[in-house]
């Protein structure tokens, strides 16, 4: 049995290697030792929030949500307002300052004519471009937020929709994973996550714009050649 404090032992380089372990303690959400081996080593330098949909007739409670976030987080915003992020959705961001993302109704990840985004369950003929089985948008928020952000997120009355938050370590597999990692906050359904649509899996990894470049077919860990190294010892 390990002491909270053992546990909470914060990571000051990089780790050798990537792993899908979860937390020592979710709330505290600090990386424990390479030697330990049962719980995650990764550091989480940003994280997102993630909030998805089904269908067109879930799109209004996205923009409540969208709406009502960015009027909460304004004053964590660049010039008091969250403006959209400087970055793709690879990008580590290691260091930000400020949450971003689209807080525009029109910015919303839609189907046009009514056309569903997915059941939240993975294709298994095809790989996806990214992790999702259904539409998203995404808000950056940096390590030092996070917690008070996933707070307003469960108090948050009447969420209807799917809300993750994760961190960005690099390693987007367990990063991504609600058996590692990730966490939905609020009773929605969950979908399913296709994590073989992530590019990169290299501890302090990531990309500034884009998805990184073409992944290698297959439904294990990916690493894209546009995968860099974002984060240094």
């Known amino acids: 049995m390990f002491s909270l404090l053992a546990l909470a032992v914060t990571a000051s380089a990089l ?3 990537c792993d899908d372990l979860r937390w020592a303690d979710k709330r505290v959400h ?5 030697k330990n081996g049962t719980f995650t080593a990764q550091q989480g330098y940003s ?16 923009q409540r949500f969208q709406r009502d ?3 909460a987080f304004a004053k964590y915003g660049k010039g008091g307002s969250v403006e959209p992020s400087p970055w793709g959705p690879n990008c580590i961001a290691d260091g930000a300052k400020y949450i971003y993302g689209a807080c525009a109704a029109t910015a919303l990840a839609t189907r046009s004519n009514g056309w569903t985004c997915g059941n939240g369950t993975c294709s298994v003929g095809e790989l996806p471009e990214g992790p999702w089985s259904t539409c998203q948008n995404e808000f950056y928020v940096p390590a030092v ?4 952000v996933a707070g307003w997120v469960r108090a948050y009355e009447n969420l209807t929709i799917p809300v993750m938050r994760h961190p960005n370590s690099g ?5 991504h994973s609600p058996d590692s ?8 359904r969950v979908p ?27 439904r294990g860990h990916q690493h894209a050649a546009g995968c860099v190294a974002e984060v240094h010892s």
């Open 171 to 175: 390693c987007q597999w367990g990063d």
């Open 47 to 62: 994280w997102h929030i993630h909030y998805l949909h089904y269908t067109h007739e879930e799109e209004a409670a996205v």
């Open 145 to 148: 937020y996070i917690d008070e």
């Open 181 to 188: 990692r990730a966490e939905f906050l609020g009773a929605a």
């Open 69 to 71: 976030f960015c009027a």
């Open 30 to 34: 600090q990386p424990v030792s390479e």
């Open 192 to 218: 399913e996550m296709c994590l073989w649509g992530l590019p990169c899996n290299s501890p302090g990894y990531g990309c500034v714009g884009g998805m990184c470049g073409a992944l290698d077919g297959t």
């Open 15 to 17: 780790t050798s290697r």
